[in-house]
T-cell receptor, first 111, second 113 residues
Framework: SQTIHQWPATLVQPVGSPLSLECTVEGTSNPNLYWYRQAAGRGLQLLFYSVGIGQISSEVPQNLSASRPQDRQFILSSKKLLLSDSGFYLC??????????FGSGTQLSVL | DQQVKQNSPSLSVQEGRISILNCDYTNSMFDYFLWYKKYPAEGPTFLISISSIKDKNEDGRFTVFLNKSAKHLSLHIVPSQPGDSAVYFCAASVNNAGNMLTFGGGTRLMVKP
């Protein structure tokens, strides 16, 4: 069966520090991968998605970037965090046109 | 422009009664709709979906109704249980795909014992 791992579960970072969140998927090949963010009191916003290694599409301009160095690995990064980057970050996967399966999320607090 | 809206940020229901969560959308190209359930500090989990060729889909205690002319869908939970207390997200996509989703803002459901 397929599983998705996302870490860390919580993270507190100072403003201006770098960020790296990692997500891996097991049990499937060539999944579509996604990064979503839920800001406090708001819905889920798609940040990035990837249909293959090295292929990243950005949905909104922001202080973040994503990379897919391996088929089942998706990384969310920032060189310098802003206060507005605080939120609950979710990694998700799907096969083509099928529903999303989410990871357990990372609560990021930028202070 | 928010294409999927859940106008009720919260809903409180007594255990055993019906919970009705509403969702409105503006993009007429949407043809596939999903509901996700999210507990605190966890990722959302898929609950139920409906294609635009249907107006109702039922799965146990959960039923989703779609009114295409009104661009409105609703999730009915009958009977409601305390374990149903969570945030419910409505989502929509085009081309009958379950992956490129536009989410609503969520509704927090509280089921009181």
């Amino acid at each position: 069966s397929q599983t998705i791992h996302q870490w860390p579960a919580t993270l507190v970072q100072p403003v201006g520090s770098p960020l790296s969140l990692e997500c891996t998927v097991e049990g499937t090949s060539n999944p579509n991968l996604y990064w979503y963010r839920q800001a406090a009191g708001r819905g889920l916003q798609l940040l990035f998605y990837s249909v293959g290694i090295g292929q990243i599409s950005s949905e909104v301009p922001q202080n973040l970037s994503a990379s897919r160095p391996q088929d089942r690995q998706f990384i969310l990064s920032s060189k310098k965090l802003l206060l507005s980057d605080s939120g609950f970050y979710l990694c998700a996967w799907s096969v083509v046109n099928e529903k999303l399966f989410f990871g357990s999320g990372t609560q990021l607090s930028v202070l | 422009d928010q294409q999927v809206k859940q106008n009720s940020p919260s809903l409180s229901v007594q255990e055993g009664r019906i919970s009705i969560l509403n969702c409105d959308y503006t993009n007429s190209m949407f043809d596939y709709f999903l509901w996700y359930k999210k507990y605190p500090a966890e990722g959302p989990t898929f609950l139920i979906s409906i294609s635009s060729i249907k107006d109702k889909n039922e799965d146990g205690r959960f039923t989703v109704f779609l009114n295409k002319s009104a661009k409105h869908l609703s999730l009915h939970i009958v009977p409601s249980q305390p374990g149903d207390s969570a945030v419910y997200f409505c989502a929509a996509s085009v081309n009958n795909a379950g992956n490129m989703l536009t989410f609503g803002g969520g509704t927090r459901l509280m089921v009181k014992p």
